[in-house]
């Protein structure tokens, strides 16, 4: 639609030789921290990688929905349902900015979607698991939007103009996000034991895969040393998941609850909180597609996909209706 001619300018880019003088003049704006727009000359690897992490971070806000859309008419009060439905509706809100920064780069709304549908794609596993209780959304709010912010505020920076715009404004709603989480525990610790039980509960079931969202133990990362060099990541994997690790300790602690870790402890010469060894052989399996809900997920999201059809035909018969007349 309106980004047909970014879609020519991403064949006429591809023709382009990459010449030495071009990569250099490219890194060159890069490391003197100027935005590179849709329409600048770029390294086909560098249009390629933010396709790739744009959508799967799209892809990851629209499938990140189901958790916990699945307790929206379950909250305990009108109060909470609201503030979960509110938060639901900004998870939509963000797929669909993200998307729109993907498609800048000259991939269409249709592939990207086309990909999540088929299982090509990824998008992240944490929303492979369950949301097996109330405590569940809670611990969604403190740990994962927790994770997604330590991930995403250096993200307002990448070198990609129309990804890093798109993320001040996500960010914002994401600190929310996390915020509502963290009321919920306090909230939940606060009262009855049984309450307070399933606070525990939540975080032991949720700590692990949090960790896992930062992804791969540097060492293991095939893409970050490139991304780097592009600013496209400010941090490392490690980095960040120790700054996750540092803040949400304490908080578990304000909370009276135990991080499910017997290794956790604070390395007073470092100044940051130890702990074990995160089960990469769940990760990996997850990714595989063999998480608790992966299956789910996905044929959730291609049933709303077939049921939406009429929404999406209803939409462009009008856009045609509108675009004849304004023709006439
Ligand atoms: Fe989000
Ligand atoms: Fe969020």
């Given at each position: 639609m309106y980004t047909q001619g970014l879609d020519q300018a991403g064949k006429d880019r591809r023709v382009a030789a990459e010449t030495e003088e071009l990569l250099n003049a490219f890194q060159k704006r890069v490391d003197a921290e100027e935005k590179?727009?849709?329409?600048?000359?770029?390294?086909?690897?560098?249009r390629r990688t933010l396709i790739r992490q744009i959508s799967q971070h799209a892809h990851s806000e629209i499938i990140g929905m189901q958790p916990e859309g699945n307790w929206l008419t379950r909250a305990p009060s009108l109060k909470r349902k609201a503030i979960l439905l509110a938060k639901v509706q900004d998870e939509a809100g963000h797929g669909l900015y993200l998307y729109s920064a993907a498609e800048t780069l000259g991939v269409s709304r249709?592939?990207?979607?086309a990909d999540l549908l088929s299982g090509k794609a990824k998008y992240s596993s944490i929303f492979n698991y369950p949301t097996l209780?109330?405590?569940?959304?809670?611990?969604?709010?403190?740990?994962?939007?927790?994770?997604?912010?330590?991930?995403?505020?250096?993200?307002?920076?990448c070198s990609y103009g129309p990804y890093a715009r798109a993320m001040v404004r996500v960010c914002k709603e994401e600190s929310f996000h996390q915020r509502q989480g963290f009321d919920i525990m306090h909230s939940l610790c606060l009262g009855t034991a049984a309450q307070k039980a399933m606070a525990q509960d939540a975080?032991?079931?949720w700590w692990w895969p949090s960790l896992m969202m930062f992804g791969p133990n540097d060492s293991e990362s095939t893409h970050s040393a490139q991304s780097m060099a592009w600013k496209i990541?400010?941090?490392?994997?490690?980095?960040?998941?120790q700054k996750f690790v540092d803040v949400t300790v304490q908080q578990a602690d304000f909370l009276g609850l135990s991080v499910p870790d017997d290794e956790?402890?604070?390395?007073?010469?470092?100044?940051?909180?130890?702990?074990?060894?995160?089960?990469?052989?769940?990760?990996?399996?997850?990714?595989?597609?063999?998480?608790?809900?992966?299956?789910?997920?996905?044929?959730?999201?291609?049933?709303a996909h077939t049921?939406?059809?009429?929404?999406?035909?209803?939409?462009?018969?009008?856009?045609?209706k509108q675009a004849a007349r304004a023709a006439a």
């Open positions: 590179i727009e849709a329409k600048d000359w770029m390294p086909e690897a560098y249709d592939q990207m979607v209780s109330w405590a569940d959304i809670g611990a969604i709010g403190w740990l994962v939007d927790g994770a997604a912010i330590m991930n995403q505020i250096p993200l307002c920076r975080l032991d079931r990541k400010r941090f490392s994997n490690d980095e960040l998941r956790l402890r604070f390395d007073d010469e470092t100044g940051h909180y130890q702990f074990g060894e995160i089960n990469w052989q769940e990760l990996f399996d997850v990714i595989a597609g063999n998480g608790p809900c992966n299956k789910q997920r996905l044929e959730k999201r291609q049933r049921d939406g059809a009429w929404v999406r035909e209803a939409a462009q018969a009008y856009a045609s």
